[in-house]
Structure formats: C-alpha cells, structure tokens
C-alpha cells in the first residue's frame, strides 16, 4: 500500500529512523546503492543513486536533480514551456521507503520510487508520482472510491550480439509457443525468482505473438503501487535478461509492422471494500457507477492517448486488428475494443471484476496514465454518463456508417493527432494542472518534430532501445 502524505523537509515522521534501520538491514545484505528512480513526461526512466549508508540522508532531506528532466526527450534532448526546461533551479528527490527493494538481478543494489518536492519543501507541480497521489486521495474523499491497478508489461527479448541498433529475435519458436518458452528458459525462471525475492506476484509470464515478444502480468495493487511496480518489474527484466546477454525493448513498436508492446492497465473501482463492477444491475454485473466510470474512459479516450500513447512510435502500435484497442469502443472480453470489460470467472466474480484499458503502451509514464485514466473515469461517474451499446468483434469491420451510427471512433491515428485532442480536453488538462499539462504538450511536439520527414522504419528504429 502506498501512503497517501507527501513527503517533508527533515523527513515524514518515523523516516529517519526507518531509513537508518533499513540501511544496516542493507548493509548486512551486500547492498551497496540505493537507486532513485523516476519517470519523465517522455516515458524515459531516469535515476539517481546514492550509496546506502545515505538513505536516511536521503530520506530526511532528498537527493537533488534538477527539474529539467520533466521537458526531456526520449532522444535526451530538451524542450522548454514558460516554466520548465530551463537549467535553473533544483529539486528534491525522496524516497519512499515503503516501496524500497533490495534488487535480486542487480546485486548490491536496491531500489526505490521517488517523489520530487521543491527546496521549499512544496509538492513540485511536476511530479507524476505525486499527481496520481493527489488524484487517488481526491477521489476517496470526494466520491469514496478506491482503485486496484495491475499494468501489464510486453517487451522482445533481442540478441546481445546484434550490431549496434539492430533487433535480431532471441527466439525463434511460435507466438505462445512451447518452443520459445523452452530456448528462453533460464532467463524466465530467473526473471519468475528475482520477481519472488522482490515481492512482486507475478501472475503469468508467457511467449507472446511478436518476435521475441513475452509479457508478464502482475497482481492488482492501490494505483501508486501498481505504477511502482510497473517501472520496477522493467527494471528486473533489463537487468536480468542482461545477465544473460539478451536486450530487451518495451517500445510499443520494435518493428514498424506488425504487433507492438503494449502496457494495457487493469483498473478497478472500489466502494466500501466492494468491487463496483460486479453485483450490480448494469450489463454483465456492472453498477450503474462502473457503467459510468467506463463511459467516461471511453468519452476521454483520444485525449488520453496523449497520456498513454506518448510516443511517435507509439502510433505504428495503435492500429486495427493488433490487439491494441483503436476503437472507443467496449465490450466483454472483446480484444479489440479499447476497453475490454472483464467478468472474471463464476466465483471470482466480485474480486476479478475490472475494465482492461488497452491503448496503453509502455512508453507512456505510469504514473500519469494511471492519474488521467482515473481522472477520465471519475468525470463519468459526476456526470452519470450513459455506456454506449456493446461492441462484440472487431469494430474494424463496422465501417464508418455504421461506426459512426454507434458512437464508435479511431483513435488517434498520429502523436499530432493525440496533441490536438488533448489540447480540447479540459477535464484532462485540469486534473493533470497547468504545469503537468504544458509539459505534456511541449514533449510531445518536440517528439513529433524530432521525427518529421522519418519513415515508419526510421521511427520504430529511433525509439527501439530507448524504453
Ligand atoms: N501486444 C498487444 C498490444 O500491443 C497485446 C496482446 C495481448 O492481448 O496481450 O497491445
Ligand atoms: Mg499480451
């Protein structure tokens, strides 16, 4: 569980102690670092370390890195807004102990998420992490709802030996395949025991459809912690596939054809420790609020992917009939709507219960995805938002008559066209803040321009290793 308190100057009560305790607890493990890690508006994980006989340093007074890393590109170049992007100032980054790992594929090292604050001691207006803990406190207070999320995470396994640049398959076994479960076999289990000794419940690791491609899916958690997890499960894959001379890529295209990554997200609503998507009088046992809340998600859907589609390369992902979700559509256990309504099993009902948001890829900054989406949801429960009809099949084959006839929309089919659509949506931009929103916007122009004249391989080339 996460905490809902921002952290303070000289520490949250109890911090110092903890952190102190933790690095003895540290120290008698051969841990040696502590890395700070932090996601950017581009999508980049980026991070600080600090040796772990300074943790409780950190703990009481943060770790300083400057705020010019909100308007950094994926290619590490740097756009500015009015008030970001400028190489003044300075901010803190603090640790939040109770999510702090000791790393199982990275020896002698630990691991925790950051939350920024000003010298002041202010929440930094910046920060995504601590933007969906404003957003999940906002919504216990004001609706009295809580949230489960699980993201799920897809990457291709390449050859360490490939030539600078270039995804040559680790595998070659079929989608799904035994074969490819078999070539990849040492590295899987030792991904399944670094996840296990991280306290990471793993629900599922397979061989998925692309070359190369395996996902694992991971048990729910409060939003914070599922967007925790999500950065942490990508940093045990990249590390352990690098003891085994594998490359990885999570960018939502490897390649500029065919099926991408995706980091589709699990969200449920929670109401007196009741799960809103079941046992209610709605359409496959939904209340009328998770009717609602998934109306809301869907009305908002071409603005979010702004939010969870960040990336040029995200846009070679979004297309039709790739299990990516490019309809605002919905439907029970349909692939291809962009939110697939899941029952869970007869039994499971009320604990497995919750919507699969689809247009989602790891490029996107979890933390901001994760804040948006409940966001857009919420905005349809205050407005008791009416659910479309079901969809079943592939919306594709609609057409545009009879698509547009059923309240059915591409998505986005461009990172310009994604900009625009955010650019009109208040409701996103007010709960993102002016800050979060420019920088939003700034970034991803800057990554549409740092694309302009590329063609679809030049794209998916540009991004391959850079998430
Ligand atoms: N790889 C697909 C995507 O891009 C998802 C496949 C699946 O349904 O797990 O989203
Ligand atoms: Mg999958």
């Known amino acids: 569980m996460t905490t809902l308190a921002d952290p303070v100057p000289g520490g949250r009560p109890g911090d110092v102690e903890r952190a102190t305790a933790l690095s003895a607890e540290l120290a008698g493990r051969g841990v040696h670092g502590v890395v700070l890690a932090q996601v950017d508006t581009a999508g980049i994980g980026r991070v600080k370390t600090v040796p772990a006989a300074k943790l409780a340093q950190a703990a009481a007074w943060g770790v300083g890195m400057s705020p010019v890393f909100d308007t950094f590109l994926a290619d590490d170049s740097i756009v500015a807004t009015d008030v970001l992007g400028s190489p003044d100032g300075d901010l803190r980054l603090y640790p939040d102990l109770d999510h702090l790992v000791v790393l199982a594929g990275q020896p002698g090292w630990a691991w925790a998420p950051v939350d920024r604050i000003t010298q002041e001691g202010e929440r930094h207006p910046g920060c995504g992490r601590t933007f969906l803990r404003r ?8 609706h009295g709802l809580t949230f489960k999320a699980a993201i799920e995470v897809e990457w291709a396994f390449g050859l360490g030996t490939a030539p600078r640049g270039v995804f040559e398959p680790a595998a ?5 395949g035994a ?18 000794a991280q306290g990471v419940e793993v629900e599922q690791l397979h061989p998925e459809y692309a070359a190369g491609q395996f996902e694992i899916s991971v048990g729910a958690l409060d939003p914070v912690a599922a967007a925790d997890r999500s950065v942490l499960v990508r940093q045990t894959v990249r590390a352990v596939a690098q003891r085994h001379g594998l490359r990885v890529s999570f960018s939502p295209a490897v390649l500029a054809r065919g099926v991408g990554n995706g980091g589709h ?17 709605g359409r496959y046992g939904m209340t009328a609020e998770a009717e609602s809340f998934a109306a809301g998600l869907l009305a908002h859907l071409p603005a979010l992917t702004a939010v969870t589609a960040p990336s040029p390369a ?19 256990e349909t692939r291809e709507a962009a939110v697939r309504v899941v029952t869970g099993t007869r039994g499971l009902t ?5 919507l699969e948001v689809k247009p989602v890829d790891l490029a996107a900054n979890p933390y901001l995805a994760l804040g948006c989406l409940i966001a857009a949801g919420l905005d349809g429960i205050t407005s008791s938002a009416s659910l479309p009809e079901e969809i079943t099949g592939d919306p594709v084959r609609l057409g545009t008559d009879l698509a547009q006839a059923r309240g059915v929309r591409r998505l986005p089919v461009s990172l310009e066209e994604a900009v625009a659509e955010f650019r009109g949506d208040d409701l ?3 709960a993102l803040g002016p800050v979060l929103a420019d920088a939003v916007t700034a970034v991803r122009q800057g990554e549409i321009a740092a694309v302009a004249g590329l063609d679809d391989e030049q794209v998916a080339a540009a991004y391959r290793w850079r998430y």
């Open 135 to 142: 957003i999940v406190a906002d919504a216990e207070r004001r």
């Open 172 to 176: 070659s076994g079929p989608a799904y």
């Open 179 to 196: 074969i490819r479960q078999v070539e990849l076999s040492d590295c899987t289990a030792d991904l399944l025991a670094a996840c296990a």
């Open 265 to 281: 997200v699990h969200l449920s609503a929670w109401r007196d420790g009741a799960n809103v998507h079941s046992g209610g009088q």
């Open 314 to 332: 995200s846009y070679l992902r979004l297309r039709p009939s790739q299990w990516a979700g490019v309809f605002t559509a919905w439907g029970r």
């Open 350 to 354: 009320d604990r497995a219960a919750n």
């Open 428 to 430: 996103l931009r007010g």
